[in-house]
């Protein structure tokens, strides 16, 4: 493994010269705001043109000169949007409109229908505005800055993974709630997944963890007696799995609440833990705190690097 020194952010990650950062093209088409989040939990935004440079680099990454594969039949969103309001266009940094290098596409902005309010580049690396809830391919963004923090032992520059010697496992706690699919998101994107208990041993962790972290969880009105976790069921029956295709008892952990899981309402099929450490499952609206789960290495794997 041979890191140039400082050129190392994710393994999902490019370093641009020109660009002075670490670029990722997301393919998979996703709504304006999708994209902005996922850059988000990446640890990166969304890139948008915001020097003429980055707007080369962008547009190299658009027509495939970096990859070999052209996106030439749609174009990438920006970070540049006015969804806060209407006209008022900002990157996501809040860099406005006016001092970013743009040249705009015949015709456009044109704002149709009154309902455009995100930003494209073309393959050519004009703009258009489009309607957020369009879906793109987009490119995350992490400029790259003088106290860089390092990766840390678990693989990743977010400090908010800390690894744990008695599972040999990292985790981090979130302490501002989402719902269970979103929660999956977003441990994905920080290139974990939602914890999952594999033993006593890592459920009294996850425990403590809970314990510890309870007083930062952000107020508000919901439950905060249940963290999300890995688990999920299917077809409303008491098959329960983990996110890695094991039954509970395979994965090692299998204590539910008394008389739970119920699937109250016929609508419960996500799994959480409670705050006294047992199992108990919630519906799909409900919004938790959650706990992620990295294998320390996973970012760090020699031949991930060329
Ligand atoms: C604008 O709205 C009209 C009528 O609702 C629709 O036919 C047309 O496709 C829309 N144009 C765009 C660019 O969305
Ligand atoms: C964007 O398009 C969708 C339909 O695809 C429409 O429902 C929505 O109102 C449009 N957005 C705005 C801001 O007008
Ligand atoms: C860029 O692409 C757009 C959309 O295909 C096209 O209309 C425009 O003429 C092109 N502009 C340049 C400068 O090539």
Sequence with gaps: LVVVEGTLFRFDYTYHQE???WFKLHRIPATWQNAYL??????????SPETENLRAALKSTVTGQQ???SLQSCGIF???HATFGKGAYFSVEGTPLSRIPVAWAPGEPDNANNSEDCLLMLPNGTLADVNCSDVYPYVCYRKKQKNMPALNACGTVDNGYRFDSRTNSCYKFHTTPLIWTRAFVACAHEGGYL???NSKLEHQLIKELYSKSYSSIISGNYNRGAIHLGYKSFE???LWMTIHGQTLKEAGFEEWSKGQPDHYNGRQDYGTL???GLLDDTGSNNILPFVCEKEPSSLLAAEDFS
């Design 19 to 21: 660009a002075e950062g």
């Design 38 to 47: 996922n850059c988000y939990y990446e640890g990166a935004v969304l890139a």
């Design 67 to 69: 990859s070999g594969q």
């Design 78 to 80: 920006t970070g540049i």
């Design 195 to 197: 914890a999952i208990i």
């Design 236 to 238: 409303h029956l008491s």
């Design 274 to 276: 409670l705050k006294d």
